[in-house]
């Protein structure tokens, strides 16, 4: 048992110290020797300091948030399933914090964009979630997946036609963080206000940093003139389904859904993007299993949502009443943090984390129960298409660097990479409205092709070989004719493909995957 939250500062018995004094140093623990869920450990490690807090308290630890604001992590698997899905006992209304109501939390705290309730369905409970979020759910269903997977393909198009001719690109900043704010900007019906200050603030807003607060009240300008447009003409896209819903969303509230939309999809999307990007270029099991036909992008992208999901945390939950959860004492009012990437690798669900998921959709990459992702779906079109899209057009791309120079940023929600430099043969730019296609290179390369994978004692390609792509075969010349390939079931790539396959045939499949 650890010590209960009422013995420790800022909880009970008084205010917590300012951000600025000594008390704040940049050490791994706090008031009452409780780790922070910031600072340089939080920065290097939060995979470790998920498991030492694990290894301390169980399956929900004390932690402090940024300005030693005290909150509960959620650690285990079946915990974090309990919570989300119990709205009775833990609310989704952050108006409950007592240490709001008490002055702790003042509003102008780095987390406020993130904690400070708004209209929007994340911040209610009952009938009052279901009328919002049923808004949200219905305008997704309007979404047309194939039309969005064509943008996704002319826009993946567009940002390698800025550096293919260099052979070499940073596809962080070239192109995770850019394709995803492209597509949710034409989603929400307003792609001429995709620029770099969106991109930018999208990300600023939930780190917690000084600047977090003027980069949301950047994005909320944007899209509360973006809804009072929509009042005056209704177009065909996502933001004029909120607007005209039944549900009757008043214009304050359609932009804030709009921000949760923009901001949640975004986030996650770029992360995702970049992780599975990364997972393809040095991970062994990926680059087999892609190649030998044995795992298609979809599945790379499952993966790697167990591995490095892209919200790491959620914040937040309020206990309802005061309870014992998972073997502490929450009180009345207490702030608790979904740990998403902490669950995912869970001892009792995974007791080995480097163990494939292949096929098992029980991560909570998305949280769980009633407020779980309604767009996660779109989210997983972005990146398996955009990824497919840029490994066809660049299929011999290499990590420029050693894995081990690969660095990282963490906030509260999310790990993301700052960089991924990669190499590749300069080819010149194709048209954005075309279809994908890769081009020759003049650097010789292995034939990868999708085929039975050899026996163990064969030598498998080594770590800096050409990155195998999946949905796209290059034929050996000395492989032996195939039997033709059947048609690949609806909504997915073809699991396999020998080579010499009727070239017309695939590119009708090609066509038809990527809704052209």
Same mark, same amino acid.
């Given at each position: 048992m650890t010590t209960p939250f009422h013995d420790l500062p800022g909880a009970d018995n008084g205010p917590l110290p300012p951000p600025g004094c000594p008390a704040h140093g940049l050490?791994?623990? !706090? %008031?009452?020797?409780?780790?922070? +869920?910031?600072?340089?450990?939080?920065?290097?490690?939060?995979?470790?300091?998920?498991e030492k807090l694990r290894a301390e308290? !169980? %399956?929900?630890?004390?932690?402090? +948030?940024?300005g030693d604001v005290p909150a509960w992590l959620v650690l285990g698997h079946s915990e974090n399933l309990h919570m989300t899905r119990t709205p009775s006992q833990?609310?989704?209304?952050?108006?409950?914090?007592?240490?709001?109501h008490d002055g702790t939390v003042p509003p102008d705290h780095p987390l406020a964009p993130v904690f400070t309730w708004q209209p929007i369905c994340v911040f209610a409970d009952g009938a009052d979630h279901e009328r919002l979020r049923g808004a949200v759910t219905d305008s997704i269903a309007r979404i047309d997946h194939r039309g969005v997977r064509r943008y996704i393909n002319r826009y993946?198009?567009?940002?390698?036609?800025?550096?293919?001719?260099d052979g070499h690109a940073d596809l962080v900043s070239q192109f995770a963080e850019h394709l995803p704010m492209m597509a949710l900007c034409q989603i929400l019906g307003m792609p001429e206000e995709y620029n770099e200050r969106m991109v930018q603030a999208a990300r600023d807003m939930i780190k917690g940093t000084a600047t977090a607060n003027a980069s949301n009240a950047y994005i909320m300008g944007v899209l509360s003139r973006h809804v009072a447009r929509r009042r005056m003409t209704a177009e065909e896209d996502f933001t004029t389904w909120l607007v005209e819903h039944p549900a009757g969303l008043t214009d304050d509230e359609v932009s804030q859904h709009l921000r949760l939309v923009l901001i949640a999809a975004y986030e996650t999307t770029a992360n995702l993007i970049a992780n599975v990007v990364r997972m393809v270029l040095t991970d062994p099991r990926f680059r087999a299993q892609l190649s030998g036909g044995h795992m298609t992008l979809p599945e790379a992208v499952e993966q790697t949502l167990w591995d490095e999901p892209p919200f790491t945390t959620i914040f937040g939950r309020w206990a309802v009443g005061d309870t014992e959860f998972g073997g502490q004492q929450i009180k009345k009012g207490d702030a608790?943090?979904?740990?998403?990437?902490?669950?995912?690798v869970d001892p009792v669900v995974r007791p080995d984390p480097h163990a494939s998921m292949q096929g098992n959709r029980a991560h909570l990459a998305?949280?769980?129960g009633p407020h779980e992702c309604p767009g996660q779906d779109i989210g997983r079109a972005i990146a398996d298409t955009g990824i497919d899209a840029l490994l066809m057009r660049l299929p011999d791309l290499q990590l420029s660097v050693e894995e081990d120079q690969l660095r990282w940023s963490s906030a509260l929600m999310s790990r993301h990479l700052n960089e991924l430099p990669v190499t590749f043969a300069a080819r010149p730019p194709q048209d954005v409205a075309g279809t994908?296609?890769?081009t020759p290179s003049t650097t010789p390369r292995p034939d990868w092709q999708v085929e039975t994978p050899p026996r163990a004692s064969a030598p498998q390609p080594p770590a800096a070989a050409s990155v195998p792509l999946p949905a796209q075969?290059?034929?050996?010349?000395?492989?032996?004719?195939?039997a033709p390939v059947a048609s690949p079931p609806a909504g997915g790539i073809p699991a396999q493909r020998r080579p010499k396959a009727p070239k017309r045939m695939w590119q009708a499949v090609t066509r038809w995957w990527r809704g052209y």
């Open positions: 050490t791994s623990t !706090g %008031p009452g020797g409780l780790r922070r +869920l910031y600072g340089p450990e939080h920065e290097n490690d939060p995979m470790g300091l998920y308290h !169980g %399956p929900v630890a004390p932690v402090l +948030l940024v833990f609310s989704r209304d952050a108006r409950r914090w007592r240490l709001v993946s198009n567009r940002l390698v036609n800025d550096f293919c001719q608790l943090i979904v740990g998403i990437a902490a669950a995912n998305f949280s769980g994908p296609m890769s075969v290059v034929p050996s010349a000395q492989a032996a004719p195939a």
